[in-house]
């Protein structure tokens, strides 16, 4: 009988049996010295895109969902990356006038939410950080539209390519509202002019400041917004737009701070399709075949969430040379393309570089984005702007990625940057989740980003996993 979520069958699992002995010597099972080449995070996601498109007729077949022909973006190969074109959209209400709309993103099944905040203005919605707009999502769209007005401004706040690939789209489906960008867009490895972005011909720039003598009444009074701009090395800059949504105290803010709780996201656990990745990375070994628990969806989001800030944790168990590469079986249908998924050191030390990470669902940095926003000046452009972030009387905080919303004020958003101040770019989390990290800070990248006094990440001794 089949498995309603793992799809097991008796051939799968006879399957399973003759890959056993092999998988016993897996390159996966070794552990390995880095390699010489360490990706930045646009070459990261330019790779894995590559990868993932090469996969696609390989990739796994999905599990029966749920998931409608409303939910279907066929601008997926724009960035073709997991969920593909099958892509749900919840909306939440999480206060009054403040609506998210999460879908979901990732690679090698480390599926993440991806997450657009909708605000009621006069008249009106304002839009933070859109996603695709596909049928669904515009029909989630109506009911706030009859309720509160048409939307009124769109605004695309970062530069990464994630959040970049779904803005043009979705303003050309509201062309009435006018439509901010940060200004530093650009492409990679050619570094194309906007137009050629896919957004429209009515972008506008937005100003870095609200606060300024011709941006006053930019937004009526409703809101506030100031832009970090950062510059971590040769042909790259990094930028977020945080917003200061005044009827709700509430900040917008699209990748620096996240936070995450064990709970895996509704996102991940409302469809079967979308499940399937959890169970994927609960395996204590490639070739196991889990059941779909409470308990097993809580030990594959734990590793996904460290796959996801970290690559390479130190819990995990990986050969990142190229025998991986030969072994993969596209026949094999629980692998991911003909992947199997790491090898962990234990569960125990999964569990506790995950408990380290998140603290309980308190606020912090993703790594990579703190290795950004500790370069240019040594992180004194940071401090400008979470010194005038702070300034503004917030209450929650919604970021665009994992958990949402947080309870937050201006002295705990503040804190959460407060490695600048001591001088030491270092981290709350295992030093040797971070361990990867560092290794690309201080080799491959040494070429392409500026030095920064606040030296390489360091993350928290004793750890031991």
Sequence with gaps: PEDKHNGTDNASLKRADELKEDSLSSPLLNNKQYPESVLDRRSLLLSSAASALLLTTSAPTPAKAEITKDAIWPLWPALPVAPYSRRRTIMKKIAEGVYTFDQLIGIYYVHVPIRMTVCVVDNGLFVYAPVAPTRECLELMKPLIE???????????????????NAGPFARAFPDAEFYVVDRQYAFPLNLPSRTLGLPSWTKILPESSNGSNNNNLWDGQLEHEVLTVKPGIGSEFQEAAFYHKASDTLLLCDTIVAVSDEPPFILTEEPEYVRALLFHARDDPLELVDDTPANRRKGWRRIVLLFNFFFPG?????????PLLRLDPSYEYGWGGWLPFSWKSEEAESKAFDVYSRGGAPTIFPIIQ???????????????????GRWPFRRVIPQHLDAPLNMDPEAFANTFSFIEKGVNGVRFCDEDVKFLRYAEEGFLNFSVYKSELGPLQGRGGCEL
């Design 371 to 389: 290795i950004i926003l500790a370069r240019g000046n040594s992180g004194a452009a940071t401090l400008e702007w979470v010194e005038k972030v």
């Design 147 to 165: 309720k509160y007005g048409p939307v009124r401004t769109i605004v695309l706040p970062s530069v990464a390519v994630e959040h970049k690939v």
């Design 315 to 323: 819990a995990a168990v990986a050969d990142l040379g190229l025998r």
